[in-house]
Structures are given as structure tokens and as C-alpha cells.
């Protein structure tokens, strides 16, 4: 069984600032770890992901994550937030079993607030 | 290249009622996954399509059926609609090397009245 955790429904940053977004997971297996953003109205477009090797994964937009297995994390980091960052961040996990891939698990959501 | 299409874009039907959503994967996908996404929550697993059957399965009841067909389109089907199944439905590929990601479709809007 898996599950994520993402703290704090919603964030609000300032223009600029550093941008911190927290997931916790729990998995079975080896984890597959993803993140995903979702703008109004429209589908999810991936943002970055983890399956195995180096634990500092960096994706579009400037995004990075890093996989702590002890801490069974995957936090999501921008060093400078920009207003087209505002938008709704889910937290995902899967996994591979029988010899294929399982479905996601998602967090519950993430709705990020960028300040002028 | 196309990514994930689906149809329609919104729908709207009446409890008790059934609807079929579609979906068409990514080009060289082969493998297709479904999802509910009520407002305000992150998207649920309803089932995973290969090969023409249903390879894993989500928590959601049998009145949630698909089908997948040779070309790799799937069908997602509702029976028995209820007002808690109003929600965003979101069609997902990944291809035959699967290397972790999922490639979402716009998704359809259903809304039961």
C-alpha cells in the first residue's frame, strides 16, 4: 500500500522568494516519487520525478526535488518564485509490481499562492 | 505528435443515468490509467488498462467498468450515476518502456444532476 502526505493546503510566497513545497510518502516497494502541477481547468503536466539514482532531481521551470529515503520525503524546491508558478501542485507515488507500473497515488494538493 | 486526447470535454447527466468517456493515448503508449479527481482533491485510481485488460485496480466499485481496444483507445463507463460521482475524470498513458511518468489527458468534467 502507499500514500502521500503533502503539509499545507495552501502556500503563499512573495515574488522571488524561495519556493518550498513538502511531500511525505509511504511505500511498500521502491518508490517511484513524481510531481505534478495542474493549472485551472486543465490536466496534469509533470514537473519532475524520481525512480532510481541520484536522489537531487531537477525538472522544468526551474523545479528541483530531492528523494530523502530516511526521511521518506520529496520535498519540491524553486529558488525564485515567479507569478506563473501560482497553481495547484500534487505529490505522487507509484511503484512497479507483476512487471509493470502501478497506478499513482496523489497527495491531496498543494495550491500555491504567489505575492506581488 | 498528439499528446492524450479525450472526449467529450464536459458532460452533464442525470442520476441513475450511464456515461462513457473516452480516451486516446499518446503515440506509443500502450498503457492507459484512469482517474477521478473531485474538486478540490487530488486525482484517485480507478483502473489501469494493458494489453486489453484490466491489469490493477483502484478502490472504486464495479459500477466503474472500461475497456481498452486493439488501437490502445480506452472506454471508462459509469453506471448507476450518482450525484458524488460529479468530478473531473483524467486519462493517463505510459508507454511499453515504462520509465515512471504518466501523460495526462485535459480530462472531462461530469456532472450529475
Known amino acids: 500500500a502507499q500514500s502521500v502526505t503533502q503539509l499545507g493546503s495552501h502556500v503563499s510566497v512573495s515574488e522571488g522568494a524561495l519556493v518550498l513545497l513538502r511531500c511525505n510518502y509511504s511505500?511498500?516497494?521502491?518508490?517511484?516519487l513524481f510531481w505534478y502541477v495542474q493549472y485551472p481547468n486543465q490536466g496534469l503536466q509533470l514537473l519532475l520525478k524520481?525512480?532510481?539514482?541520484?536522489?537531487l532531481v531537477k525538472g522544468i521551470n526551474g523545479f528541483e526535488a530531492e528523494f530523502k529515503k530516511s526521511e521518506t520525503s520529496f520535498h519540491l524546491t524553486k529558488p525564485s518564485a515567479h507569478m506563473s508558478d501560482a497553481a495547484e501542485y500534487f505529490c505522487?507515488?507509484?511503484?512497479?509490481?507483476?512487471?509493470?507500473?502501478?497506478?499513482?497515488?496523489f497527495g491531496k494538493g498543494t495550491h500555491l499562492i504567489i505575492q506581488p | 505528435d498528439a499528446g492524450v486526447t479525450q472526449s467529450p470535454t464536459h458532460l452533464i447527466k442525470t442520476r441513475g443515468q450511464q456515461v462513457t468517456l473516452r480516451c486516446s493515448p499518446k503515440?506509443?503508449?500502450?498503457?492507459v490509467s484512469w482517474y477521478q479527481q473531485a474538486l478540490g482533491q487530488g486525482p484517485q485510481f480507478i483502473f489501469q488498462?494493458?494489453?486489453?485488460?484490466?491489469?490493477q485496480r483502484g478502490n472504486f466499485p464495479d459500477r466503474f467498468s472500461g475497456h481498452q481496444f486493439p488501437n490502445y483507445s480506452s472506454e471508462l463507463n459509469v453506471n448507476a450515476l450518482l450525484l458524488g460521482d460529479s468530478a473531473l475524470y483524467l486519462c493517463?498513458?505510459?508507454?511499453?518502456?515504462?520509465?515512471?511518468?504518466?501523460?495526462f489527458g485535459p480530462g472531462t468534467r461530469l456532472t450529475v444532476t
Open positions: 503515440s506509443g503508449h500502450d498503457t
Open positions: 511505500s511498500s516497494v521502491p518508490p517511484y
Open positions: 524520481y525512480t532510481t539514482g541520484a536522489t
Open positions: 493517463a498513458s505510459s508507454p511499453l518502456d515504462y520509465t515512471g511518468e504518466q501523460y
Open positions: 488498462y494493458y494489453e486489453e485488460e484490466e491489469r
Open positions: 505522487a507515488v507509484s511503484g512497479i509490481s507483476g512487471g509493470g507500473a502501478d497506478g499513482l497515488t
